[in-house]
C-alpha cells in the first residue's frame, strides 16, 4: 500500500479513522448502490417527499465517499462526526475533486437540519433537493473513477 497523506496519519491517530482490509470488490458494489440511490433521488423529488429525495441524495455522495475510503484500506470510525470525517477524509485522497467533495458539507448540514429540525435550521427544500442530486452525480462519478485508478494500482 502507498505511503497515505499527513492528514490522513493524524485521522488515524486521532481514532476517527481505521484501517480495514482493502476491499475493490466492496467499493465497487458500494458506487453501485450510490448510483441507484441518485436515481431514487431524482423519482422522490417528483413527489412531496422532500426530506427523502434529498436523504437519497445526501447517502449516495456519502456512499461514494466511504468507497473510496475503502479502496485505501480505510473506513470511518463511528465517532461523533463520522459523517464529516467520510468527507474530509476522501477529500484529502481525491485533491483533483476537492471542489466536488466541498458540496457534501453543506449537504451534510442539510441533512441534519431535516433529520433533526430546529427553529434556527432550515430543513430541505425543494431547490435543496435539486443541488443536492447535482452535487451527488458529480461526487459519486468522482469516486467511481478514482476507485477505477485505485484498483489498477
Not at 497515505?4 to 488515524?12: F, G, T, V, Y
Amino acid at each position: 500500500m502507498h505511503e497515505l497523506p499527513d492528514a490522513i496519519a493524524r485521522m488515524l491517530a486521532s481514532g476517527r479513522l481505521e484501517r480495514v482490509a482493502i476491499n475493490t470488490d466492496h467499493a465497487r458494489s458500494v458506487i453501485t448502490t450510490a448510483q441507484r440511490h441518485l436515481v431514487t433521488a431524482r423519482i422522490l423529488a417528483e413527489t412531496d417527499d422532500v426530506a427523502m429525495a434529498f436523504t437519497a441524495a445526501y447517502d449516495g455522495a456519502r456512499k461514494a465517499l466511504a468507497a473510496v475510503l475503502a479502496v485505501h484500506g480505510l473506513r470511518v470510525r463511528p465517532v461523533g462526526g463520522a459523517h464529516r470525517n467520510t468527507g474530509l477524509a476522501a477529500a484529502v485522497l481525491m485533491p483533483q475533486a476537492v471542489e466536488e467533495i466541498a458540496e457534501f458539507d453543506w449537504m451534510r448540514q442539510v441533512r441534519n437540519s431535516t433529520e433533526y429540525p430546529e427553529d434556527a435550521r432550515p430543513e430541505a427544500t425543494r431547490d435543496d433537493i435539486r443541488e443536492a442530486i447535482s452535487a451527488s452525480d458529480a461526487i459519486v462519478s468522482a469516486c467511481a473513477v478514482a476507485i477505477g485508478a485505485a484498483a489498477e494500482r
